[in-house]
């Protein structure tokens, strides 16, 4: 006899041993991943009572992903204008102005973000965004405002000359706020300031790291005074007038001070600032309002980059456009040769551009009247995502983290009260098995809780191939993959299911509610497997075959059931948004993992148990023998 066949022969006569190994296994890997932080405590704990004899492995320990409702945060609302989009395009152009913003409050360190499409019924288009746990809202508000809105155009009748003109608008607001700034200054020394920026509405913040690369202004303003010491006047930036005060001074040595002409330390502040909004003085290009849309925007561009003027080293933006903006780009240059063509920047025209020749490579370069500084900024925003439609903010909802967490007391109340109900339930109604599936929903739990958040990848693998494992082998002896239907639903929840361990799933107060409903439909797999088993204990079989019987015949009941509802599932997730598919989501987990901890599990416990002991004590089956 061959290895093997040793071995396949040991495992048959070994083969609820070795599973109901697999599943303690399945089950305290499941509690690792699931709860990371309680298995890190105690591993501290064994640690510090062994003396460090024993150290077992810590993980790296990962929370739960929160919505706006249990972790607190901010929902803010934008009204797109859609006025010159056509009706046909004005979907896919809110879908752009959807994944721009995504990523625009990713980039401010905003997890997870659940931005939506929302149409009223007077038809306006609208933009929710909700950020949870954001803590600057409006830093938020700010950065997703300030997301440029690019166009190019081109002339639609009569050749215009252009002229710069001075902004003169800016000028004189940024006069009033300096004579605002410079009455606040006067305060500095006697009044809070804290009551200053609320009296004179102005942000006020502290900047750790002021250097002479980061913000030069700054930098200038503050070298000449000592800690504690405040500017003898506002100093101006690009988009703020500020008052500052020297926190801390702090310098540390250079690392490219073996470069002649470089300090030998870096010097920077700690300052507390006092800011004022102003508005850009740059000059104002008049061309005329004689142009016209070229349907060419910032959702055709693929990237945007820094590049220096050969002849005289001005900054330039260098933009790069999709394949589709590349050939939109060739025409619009073609039918212009000889032609400006204007590129707009939130409304104001920054570069008019003659054209000189047809352009195939979707290459097009903005030289306008801007330094470095200024040009780095409007990369960085292009690249984050230039706004194919202008939006406004016409709701801004703010939700307290104590709420949220109010909301998930009283869920994990909610689920501890409905999980006990069915442990009852399921006892007292069918004694030895109802314990096997309190056990089996107890690994229920552990999984669909796994699965919620992220795991270390080699972890989430094991723990997804023992239940693939599990589930093959339980399911092949059984011979319950009945043909096409059963193998599909299995390569659906497997695909899904793969997906969303790589893919934390976001709780609300809804998917909640969807986790604690299918807690519940967990056990029903298992109500119709005993009441098949007991039918079977009642005709005269065997407890083995009458518990290979209850599952096999159970198993059409529970599979028609199961697929509908993942239907529905897949429905939610499809066509709902915001919290109904949060719901879809967690619903379609726990009704998959249901079916593995109520066959699977439920089913190598019992037979671990199965033996002469129980065919002599059947009331623990709550079915009595036959007497032929």
């Known amino acids: 006899m061959s290895k093997s066949q040793k071995f396949s022969n040991l495992f048959k006569h070994h083969r609820q041993r070795w599973l109901f190994t697999l599943?303690?296994?399945?089950?305290?890997?499941?509690?690792?991943l699931a709860g990371s932080n309680y298995y890190n405590q105690g591993v501290q704990s064994l640690a510090r009572a062994t003396n460090n004899i024993i150290v077992l492995p810590t993980i790296n320990h990962s929370s739960f992903v929160l919505g706006l409702d249990l972790q607190g945060g901010t929902q803010l609302v934008y009204e797109a204008d859609v006025s010159s989009v056509p009706e046909a395009d004005r979907l896919s152009s809110l879908e752009g102005v959807r994944d721009i913003i995504e990523r625009r409050v990713n980039s401010a360190g905003v997890s997870e973000p659940v931005v939506q499409i929302n149409r009223t019924i007077n038809g306006d288009y609208r933009i929710i965004a909700e950020l949870a746990g954001i803590k600057d809202v409006n830093e938020a508000i700010r950065m997703i405002g300030e997301t440029p809105l690019l166009e190019f155009k081109e002339q639609s009748d009569e050749i215009q000359e252009s002229d710069i003109s001075p902004n003169t608008e800016a000028i004189a607001f940024n006069k009033q706020v300096m004579e605002k700034a410079q009455s606040a200054l006067k305060e500095t020394a006697s009044v809070d300031w804290q009551i200053l920026a609320d009296k004179y509405q102005a942000d006020l913040t502290t900047e750790d790291n002021i250097t002479a690369?980061?913000?030069?202004?700054?930098?200038?303003?503050?070298?000449?005074?000592?800690?504690?010491?405040?500017?003898?006047?506002?100093?101006?930036?690009?988009?703020?007038?500020?008052?500052?005060?020297?926190?801390?001074?702090?310098?540390?040595?250079?690392?490219?001070?073996?470069?002649?002409?470089?300090?030998a330390t870096i010097t920077s502040y700690q300052t507390q600032l006092l800011s004022f909004v102003a508005q850009d003085e740059s000059p104002v290009l008049n061309i005329g309002d004689n142009w016209k849309s070229t349907e060419l925007s910032g959702k055709n561009l693929k990237r945007a980059t820094l590049q220096f003027n050969p002849q005289d080293s001005t900054p330039e933006v260098s933009l790069e456009f999709d394949n589709e903006g590349s050939s939109m780009f060739a025409d619009i240059t073609e039918r212009n040769i000889g032609k400006p063509v204007a590129i707009f920047l939130d409304g104001y025209a920054i570069s008019v551009p003659t054209v000189n020749e047809r352009i195939p490579d979707g290459r097009a370069v903005i030289s306008g009247q801007f330094n470095v500084q200024e040009a780095k900024l409007l990369v960085q925003r292009l690249n984050t995502g230039a706004l194919p439609v202008p939006i406004n903010l016409v709701s801004q909802q703010t939700v307290g983290a104590s709420l949220g967490q109010k909301s998930i007391n009283n869920s994990i109340t909610a689920g501890l009260l409905g999980f006990l109900l069915v442990a009852i339930f399921m006892i007292l109604f069918y004694r030895l098995p109802g314990v096997m599936s309190v056990l089996s929903l107890g690994v229920y739990a552990l999984t669909v809780l796994t699965i919620f958040k992220t795991s270390p990848v080699w972890l989430a693998l094991i723990f997804l191939a023992i239940l693939v494992v599990l589930f093959i082998t339980v399911f092949n002896y059984l011979k319950i993959f009945d043909g096409i239907f059963s193998a599909g639903l299995f390569a659906v929840i497997l695909i899904f299911l793969v997906y969303y361990a790589n893919q934390p799933v976001t709780l609300t107060l809804a998917g909640i509610a969807g986790f604690i409903l299918s807690v519940g439909m967990a056990v029903d797999a298992n109500v119709l497997i005993f009441e098949r088993m007991k039918e079977e204990l009642r005709s005269g079989k065997p407890l083995a075959a009458a518990l290979d019987e209850g599952f096999k015949r159970a198993w059409p009941s529970i599979r028609d059931g199961n697929i509908t509802t993942i239907l529905t599932c897949f429905v939610l997730m499809g066509f709902?948004?915001?919290?109904?598919?949060?719901?879809?989501?967690?619903?379609?987990?726990?009704?998959?993992?249901?079916?593995?901890?109520?066959?699977?599990?439920?089913?190598?416990?019992?037979?671990?148990?199965?033996g002469n002991w129980l065919d002599r004590h059947r009331w623990l089956l709550g079915a009595r023998r036959i007497n032929k």
């Open 213 to 263: 690369d980061g913000q030069p202004e700054l930098f200038v303003a503050l070298k000449d005074l000592n800690t504690g010491e405040i500017v003898n006047k506002p100093i101006q930036t690009s988009d703020a007038i500020v008052i500052a005060k020297i926190l801390n001074k702090s310098e540390q040595a250079n690392p490219f001070k073996d470069q002649e002409g470089q300090p």
């Open 23 to 32: 599943v303690l296994i399945f089950a305290v890997l499941g509690f690792v």
């Open 576 to 610: 709902g948004t915001g919290l109904v598919k949060g719901f879809g989501a967690t619903l379609f987990i726990g009704v998959s993992i249901s079916m593995f901890s109520s066959i699977v599990i439920t089913y190598i416990l019992l037979k671990v148990f199965n």
